[in-house]
């Protein structure tokens, strides 16, 4: 799933090539991904677009005061070309749900919102304001906002008696982290997933704060500037134990361990995080013995 880091680079990237551009066209594959009907979708076409830019995990594309705004969800992309093909999307299953075609100043460009898989999750908007999409609306505050520090997250915690690791992924709390990113931020500050938020003392948020920072603004950095198709490699190349059940860690040398979910799992290192325990199931929120 794009997170934070992916989706900033994604919209400096977009931000960087479609102002000035004019949409052309939209083509909707899939109208389950379109989740509003007032404005229709077809008011985006003969307006330029002024700027790109994120909420959270969504990017929102202003054309001149009217914004189609896109979440990727678990398996969505963004394919962006400059050669862009006249071709007529088919109504169906395919891996295409929207198609946006532009006149830029260079030429045409094309980008495309796609989703992989069975499960679709891939949601788009097209609203006279971002906040009037709900998802929007609902954020907590962004990591990299002024107003995030470590009080704040204190703050934030301090009222929470879930499971750290869900406090981190809930776009209510705090927006933009996910499930890669929220094991990475919890192996760095060498806090349990299963911790509860209420019970962090200072130090322990100071270090969380520490480590939301550095994992986030380490992977952003390497994201910026490189174009969509790049984005996905580059995250799971700097992944430490998201992703890597049965590796040894590269802090301690302890095997990276999973716990599994419904339809989800998350990894940690016992040496760094748990005290060498490992974690038992989501039930029980206790350790094997």
Known sequence: ??????????????????????????????????????????????????????????????????????????????????????????????????????????GPLGMDLTEAGTKKGLAAYVVRDPYDVPGIAALGPDPFSPGFDVDALAQILGSS??????????????????????????????????AIANSLDRDAVRLLHDAIHSVLGTALREAQGKPPHELKDTKRSHMRVHGRTGEACPVCGDTVREVSFADTALQYCPGCQTKGKILA?????RFLK
């Open 281 to 285: 199931d989501r039930r029980t929120s």
């Open 161 to 194: 008696s879930q499971q750290i690791k869900g406090v981190l992924r809930s776009q209510g709390v705090i927006a933009g982290i996910g499930n890669a990113y929220s094991d990475e931020i919890l192996h760095s500050a060498r806090l349990s997933p299963f």
């Open 1 to 106: 799933m794009p997170e934070l880091p992916e989706v900033a680079a994604l919209t400096g990237f977009l931000d960087g090539h479609l102002p000035g551009a004019v949409v052309t066209k939209i083509q909707i594959a899939s109208f389950a991904v379109l989740k509003t009907a007032i404005p229709p979708f077809s008011e985006l076409e003969g307006r330029a677009v002024a700027g790109v830019r994120r909420f959270g995990k969504f990017v929102s594309v202003d054309a001149d005061g009217l914004y189609f705004v896109f979440h990727l969800a678990r398996a969505g992309w963004v394919r962006f070309t400059e050669a862009p093909t006249d071709i007529q999307l088919k109504k169906g299953n395919g891996p295409i749900a929207v198609r946006l075609s532009f006149a830029g100043a260079s």
